[in-house]
């Protein structure tokens, strides 16, 4: 069933700034909200129905990262979960962090943050397609390095880095590892013993559960302090009554991307790949593709449409959804950071487009967007020549 909140009239190409809800997580939710009322933490009747949904939940999010229910933590997203990663560890001054330019600004700030109360913090640079290289790690480990923060995938680009290589360096040294995986949960299967990481941060509304639930992934035998102290909720680590309803959803949302994803995930890539070669195709001059050709979410396109800034022609075309940059910062006229730091130059990053399909995307809305796309970019170029 479609999400009444998504319009005939615009296509919505923005799943990685956020996901329309899933009619079936509403659902699973709304007893929660309106019937199971009980604090799952009491003694006592009224608390069992919210008890036992909420060790469900915690099941189904475990299960779609291959964690154990206790190694799952309930937060309000994925910025709350990037913060306790990196603030959990109890890092004090001298020790030593390493992350890289592209991460998400809650990564970033915080980082910022630990560096003024005296952790060193080293961030990496990226390659062209937006990439940290393994050895780069490898030669800013120092013995005080205690923490590696790498994303897993990019929301600009869908740039995937290489988190087992990363991972297995830091490992190595004896470093915890975090992977920020908001943009990667429930679009691609992973596993936290695959990809070998210690911390992974889950963010409910990338993958059709509601804004303000998430998730972070604690290894079983890793200490976080809490951000939040007092009840002692979530085995300690992140204390205040459980929101049930939310992780009812955050749950429900995991069964369903579970259920759904080989299946799911080749749909979208081909429709993706579908609409980078009309726009290809039927732009004079083409695109250039923005992010790792291969490595890359199924469902990200980020391209530059030479010669268009994209913020005005966005803004111009009501008939589609899409962002120019990351839809964290938008409002900000200048060229997207994750984009410059690729070594892109100005004007090919505010010619930059990213176009994120869901759930719910069909071949006539990848056309649609594609053909709206062109002619507005047509429009903008020879508007441009007659002046
Ligand atoms: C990679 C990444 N991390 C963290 C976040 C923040 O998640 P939330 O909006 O749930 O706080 C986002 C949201 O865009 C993201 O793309």
């Known amino acids: 069933m479609r999400p009444p909140g998504l319009r005939d009239d615009v296509v919505y190409l923005d799943h ?14 709304r007893p929660y909200i309106e019937t199971h009322f009980g604090n799952p933490s009491t003694a006592g009747t009224y608390a069992d129905e ?62 910022a943050a630990l560096e003024r109360s005296g952790v060193r913090i080293t961030l990496l640079p ?33 740039t995937l880095q290489p988190v087992v290589e990363l991972a297995a360096v830091a490992r190595e040294h004896g470093a915890l590892f975090h992977t920020d995986a908001a943009q990667a949960v429930g679009k691609i299967p992973l596993s936290v013993a695959d990809l070998g990481v210690d911390l992974l941060t ?52 995991a069964r369903l991307a579970r259920e759904g994803m080989v299946a799911e995930k080749s749909r979208i890539r081909r429709l993706r790949d579908r609409l980078h070669e009309r726009l290809d ?24 449409l030479p010669g268009v800034l994209t913020r005005d022609l966005l803004s111009n075309l009501p008939g589609l959804a899409a962002a120019t940059g990351s839809a964290c910062h938008t409002g900000d006229p200048e060229p997207s950071t994750v984009l410059t730091a690729m070594g892109l130059d100005r004007e090919r990053a505010l010619s930059a487009i990213r176009l994120s399909l869901g759930r719910w995307t069909t071949e006539a809305d990848v056309d649609r967007a594609a053909a709206l796309l062109v002619a507005a970019s047509d429009d903008v170029i020879s508007r441009r020549a007659s002046i």
């Open 281 to 304: 195709a039927d732009r004079p001059g083409g695109v250039r593709l923005n992010g790792h050709p291969e490595q890359r979410l199924p469902g990200t396109l980020n391209v530059s």
């Open 50 to 111: 919210p008890r036992r949904a909420l060790i469900e939940a915690r099941a189904q999010v475990a299960a779609l990262i291959g964690a154990r229910p206790g190694e799952i933590v309930f937060t309000s997203g994925g910025s709350e979960s990037d913060v306790l990663a990196l603030r959990g560890p109890a890092l004090t001054p001298g020790d030593h962090l390493i992350s890289q330019v592209t991460e998400h600004p809650a990564v970033l700030r915080t980082c």
């Open 16 to 29: 990685n700034a956020t996901t329309p809800v899933d009619p079936r997580v509403a659902e699973a939710a």
């Open 126 to 158: 990226v390659d062209g397609s937006g990439r940290v290289d393994p050895e780069d790690v490898r030669r800013a480990l120092t013995p005080r390095t205690r923490l590696v923060s790498v994303m897993l995938a990019n929301g600009e680009t869908g």
């Open 202 to 253: 889950v963010a409910g509304h990338k993958f059709y559960a509601p804004k303000g639930v998430g998730a972070l992934y604690v290894r079983q035998g890793v200490v976080v302090e809490p951000l939040i102290p007092g009840g002692g909720q979530e085995g300690g680590r992140r204390s205040g009554t459980e929101n049930v309803a939310f992780a009812v959803a955050l749950g429900e949302a």
